[in-house]
Structures are given as C-alpha cells and as structure tokens.
C-alpha cells in the first residue's frame, strides 16, 4: 500500500555508504516490520500487566482446622525462636554483668576507720587509698587491660 491509501505500490532506497551497491524495501517490507514491532511490544505488555492465573491444581483456600494449624505452628515457631535468642544474649552478658564483690577486707576496713573517726576522716585516707588502688586493679584485670 503506498502513501495515503493509495494502492500504488512505492519503493524506498537507502544508500549504502560502505559499499557500492544499494538495498531495495518496498513499503510493505517496512508496514509489516512495523506491525510486527508493534504486535511484540503489546504482547509484552500484556505478559506485564496481565498476572499469570494459579494453577488448577493449587487449593488458596485452606480448611479452617489446617488454617489456625497452620498459625499455631508459625506462632510457636516465633516463641521458639525469641527464647532461644534470649538465652543467647544472657549468656553473652552474664559473664560482664555479674558482679562479684572485691577487695571486702580493705572495703570493711575502710568503714571501719571512718566510723571510729567520724570527726578526724584524714586518718583514714591511707586506707581509703589502698581500697581505690584495688578496686581499680581488679577493674582492669577484669577488661584485659593488665594481666593477671
């Protein structure tokens, strides 16, 4: 079909520039090189939008007893999981978090002191500085900062 609805037929060339010779499409090659792009390009188009259908065979609709089945086993599933998650992270801080008392014989001897000098304290600062020497070595101790 040629320009406009007329039934002439009309020929397009297209000059070749690496060789000599020329190629020759008539317009109906060119139509049904259009149609056909246009045809594949709707296709695809529907292959996007339209949602595959479910197969036959495959039930969506589950009884009620296999449903709440179903909920009941993931609901556990999800306790399960949470307690044993739980019990991790204890474990991972039990160790850091306990604590153990240290230093118990300069600490009472420090009370001690200040209780029988309640009115002259800077008797007890010898005392009180060997408790803080202690309580910061074992801090380190405990962090790795010096050995043991």
């Known amino acids: 079909m040629g320009l406009w609805g007329s039934k002439q037929k009309r020929d397009i060339t297209v000059p070749n520039p690496e060789a000599a010779a020329q190629v020759f499409v008539t317009e109906e090659a060119i139509t049904n090189v259009l ?19 479910a197969p036959a065979s ?15 086993e993931y609901e556990k599933g999800l306790v399960e999981g949470a307690k044993q998650a739980s019990k991790e992270v204890e474990e991972m801080f039990r160790e850091r978090y306990t604590t153990m008392p240290v230093c118990v014989d300069l600490q009472s001897r420090v009370s001690k002191c200040y ?18 020497k202690c309580v910061e070595n074992e801090r380190q101790k405990k962090f790795g900062l010096t050995k043991a």
């Open 115 to 132: 209780s029988d000098n309640s009115d002259r304290t800077l008797n007890c600062l010898d005392v009180a500085n060997e408790f803080i």
């Open 58 to 72: 495959l039930d969506l609709h589950l009884s009620p007893d296999l449903h709440d089945k179903r909920i009941s």
């Open 35 to 53: 149609k056909t792009f246009q045809e594949s390009t709707n296709q695809s188009k529907k292959n996007i939008e339209e949602p595959k259908p």
